[in-house]
Structures are given as C-alpha cells and as structure tokens.
C-alpha cells in the first residue's frame, strides 16, 4: 500500500442542520446537529479511509474545540499526527432551508498559526520516511506565508512523492508557481490562475498547457461541478462525464474527487483512470445530505456505470 498524507493548515468542526424555513428577526428551531471534522485535507484524508485506504492526516489543533476534534478524527480511525497550537479549532454551519431546498453555509476563519506552529506540521511531514503522496488541501490561516508550498515542494521532491495541490485564490496562483504533480482547479480558480474573470471552452487546455509548460505541475484536472471534469497533460485531453444523481448537497465533492484520483494513483491505475474514479467519488459525496462524504459502494457502483456508457461510446464511435 501507497503512503499517503494528508496536511490541513485549518481544519475545523463542520456542523450541519436543517431548518423549516430562515426568517430574518425570528426564532429558528433546528434539527439536531450533525458534527464531523472537516477542512480540506481532512476530508480527504475522511474519504480515504471509506474507500479502504489508511492516510496520516497532519493538522494543527487547539483549545477545547480542538480537543473535540481530535476526538472525532478518533472515532472515524483517522492516523493522526496533531500539531498542538494555541488557538481554537474553528467551527463552520451548513443550514438546510427545507422551504427552498438551498444550502447555506458559513465559513469561519481560522485561528492564526506561529512560525513555530505551522513549522512543525512541516517538520512533521519530514520526518515520515517514505512517502508516496502529499495532498495539501484547503485554505491558509493567517500566519502561515505563501512560501510553505514552495517547502512543501521540497519536501515532496526529496522524498520522491507526489505533491497535490487543491486550494484557491492567491494561495493557489503562488502554489502553482512552485510546482506540483497534480492540480484541481476548478473553473473559477483557474481563470483566476490566467489573470481572467471568464474563460471560454476553447481557453480551457492552453491555459492549462501554461502551466504545466513552465513547470508548474504536470497534470491539471478541472472540475466542473456536475458536468463532470477535464483532464489535462502534456499530450493528452480528456472530457469526463459525470454519471447523472439526484444532488443533495455539493459539500465535500471535491475533496472526495481528490480522494478517489490519489487512492486509485496508489493501486497503481492509470492517470485517466485514477481521474473517472475521482469523478466517480466526487458525484458519489453529492448523493449524501449534509457534510457527508463519498461512500465506497456508491462511487464503485457510478465508477462501474460510466465504465460501461464510456465503452458503449468507444464503440459506438468506430462503427
């Protein structure tokens, strides 16, 4: 078995509830709350373990909520290395107003990490002796500088792993400039990559093509929400359609898309085949309410139906 980890500089308890209605001035009465440990990495790390892999997920906790999160990375089995600092763990709300059937969720910032806190998740990763994939996922918090993905590329370099990146705004644009395996952009994120508000369908390989011409990363998969995604490298471009599901929440979808490439790259699979199978997983997390993830049987059971429509097409096209 490949090792994989997962790092998140701001992970966080995501709590999600249902609600009749929101009214501005009125008293709301939810539904019991779901609480589950979330953050960008983490969830990878989450999704990982339900497909039957066994991540390390290394973190920075603090305060009471962190020992609570602790705690529930605990009870999912999650390997952990936890990073203790001084701040809270925050806490995020995923509200679901029946009366619309929309989702509304809230985002809270993370706590500022020291130097010598971000440094030692850092440190962390270092001392693993062999590692075969590196996923950094999710947002900075303050305090921790853009040049930690260039040390993180280091790192991965030294250790001969596979650096993925998956996170936004400027910390993705600085993250590409120092390199990695593979990038998930979606497409917001990669115009904003390109310096665009907007790119057209055509824009969408040679801008990708840019990146990885100047070393930036040597695969570029852009999500695309329910249309599935494009696969980009050097010399290939692939189109993947999403397998058609009733969606019941987007949280997670594509942190279960990272998941689903990384635990097929460490069977062995095919770039291509790793990135449907993330597809796979990505649609699988949209059939869960809430903050769920991906379940193994569900992103097997979509990966296997758009196996058989792609072979369908295959050779309905060399007729």
Known sequence: MSTIITITFSPCIDKSTTVTSIIPEKKIHC???????????????????????????????????????????????????????????????????????????????????????????????????????????????????MRVFGQLDEIAASKKARLIIDTSGEVLKTAAVHGAYLLKPNLGELAYLAGVEELLPSELVPVSRSLIRNGSCQVVLISQGSAGATLITKNTVEKIAAPSVTIRSTVGAGDSMVAGIVYFLSLGKSLSEAARFGVACGTAATMNPGTELCKKQDAFHLYELMEVSRQQSSAAYQV
Request: negative net charge; contains cysteine.
């Open 31 to 145: 539904t019991p709350p779901k609480l589950e440990p979330g953050g960008g990495g983490i969830n990878v790390a989450r999704a990982l373990r339900k497909l039957g892999e066994d991540p390390i997920a290394i973190f920075p906790s603090g305060g009471y909520t962190g020992k609570f999160f602790n705690h529930l990375m605990a009870i999912e089995n999650i390997h952990s290395t936890i990073v203790e600092v001084e701040g809270e763990t925050r806490e995020n709300l995923i509200v679901l107003d029946q009366s619309i059937k929309a989702q509304y969720r809230f985002g809270m910032p993370g706590a500022a990490l020291s130097e010598k806190e971000w440094s030692e998740c850092l440190q962390a990763l270092a001392t693993v002796k062999e590692v075969d994939y590196i996923v950094v996922s999710g947002s900075l918090p303050p305090g921790v500088p």
